[in-house]
């Protein structure tokens, strides 16, 4: 959890940040990870790295969260929250299948995330595996809603910088 408070600006904001992620091992092959990610942003000065951007896989702060079947940053907003699901199959050695979905809602007053009124959702399908260089991971990503599919290619390790 975070807050971080704009002190030293004429019009004060604030930023407040959960996120809560277990991972459960259900059998030597099978694994479920869940996710829950609530923000809120409120002031007249909010800062572009405090808004809140969904979409894409990529977690690169903890501003910008992703969201399967969304393109990368698509969604701007204040305040969000979004609950995401991970069911990982470890076919062979070190070779892994996932089925992930994630569902949310995003709105610029708070009371209306918790509202469903417009929820969006996405599913995913991934393959990885570990290679001498590194993991790689192949991800193919719908959003019912919106039809259509996107591919996800992910090579290496993923480092964030939170603070």
Same mark, same amino acid.
């Given at each position: ?20 992620? #277990? ?93 469903? #009124? ?23 990503? #719908? ?21």
């Amino acid at each position: 959890y975070s807050i971080v408070e704009g002190v030293r600006s004429e019009k004060p904001f604030s930023f407040s940040y959960l996120d809560y992620e #277990k991972v459960t091992r259900i059998s030597d092959h099978f694994l479920v990870n869940s996710r829950y990610i609530l923000g809120n942003s409120k002031g007249d000065n909010i800062p572009q790295n405090r808004i809140f951007y969904l979409g894409g896989q990529t977690n690169a702060d903890m501003a910008i969260i992703p969201f399967l079947g969304t393109k990368f940053m698509k969604h701007a907003t204040n305040n969000t929250h979004v609950f995401s699901l991970a069911l990982q199959y470890e076919i062979e050695n070190n070779k892994y299948l996932t089925l992930k979905g994630n569902i949310g809602e995003f709105s610029d007053r708070f009371d209306d995330i918790f509202s469903f #009124k417009d929820p969006i959702y996405g599913l995913g399908l991934s393959f990885g595996t570990f290679t001498p260089l590194g993991p790689i991971e192949f991800t193919i990503m #719908k959003n019912p809603k919106k039809g259509g599919s996107t591919l996800f290619f992910n090579f290496g390790y993923s480092f964030h910088g939170r603070k």
